[in-house]
């Protein structure tokens, strides 16, 4: 039987994969490509822009609190955007993007200020 390419080359293939995803760039491409997964629709150009604003925002849009990137606790650093439409929105820390209850938060906030 005829190994493939991936067969044949198994081993160093996975080792440059797990390499690449230690670098900047290919923790990026991670993350776009979960957000795409999840229904983000955006341009190159746009994608990077909202991929820069994740990585630096320091507060949640929402709240204010101090933004995490844990990836475990309500203060993880998260990208929101419109289920529907598949427009990003902004960025917000996990507590606020749990079933869209910035929303009413930010109704909330607004009718006090
Ligand atoms: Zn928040």
């Given at each position: 039987m005829e190994l493939t390419y991936y067969?044949?080359?198994?081993?160093?293939?996975?080792?440059k994969r797990r390499?690449?995803?230690k670098t900047d760039e290919g923790k990026k491409?991670?993350?776009?490509?979960?957000?795409?997964?999840r229904g983000l629709i955006a341009t190159k150009e746009e994608m990077?822009?909202?991929?820069?604003?994740?990585?630096?925002?320091y507060h949640c849009s929402v709240c204010?609190?101090?933004?995490?990137?844990?990836?475990?606790?309500?203060?993880?650093c998260c990208m929101d955007h419109d289920h529907k439409t598949g427009e990003y929105r902004q960025i917000?820390?996990?507590a606020c993007n749990c079933k869209d209850s910035w929303i009413k938060k930010k109704?909330?906030?607004e009718s006090i200020i």
């Open positions: 067969q044949k080359n198994k081993d160093t293939l996975n080792f390499e690449y995803r491409r991670k993350k776009i490509d979960k957000w795409i997964e990077e822009f909202i991929y820069l604003t994740w990585k630096s925002q204010g609190v101090i933004l995490t990137r844990d990836g475990q606790s309500g203060t993880t917000l820390c996990k109704k909330m906030l």
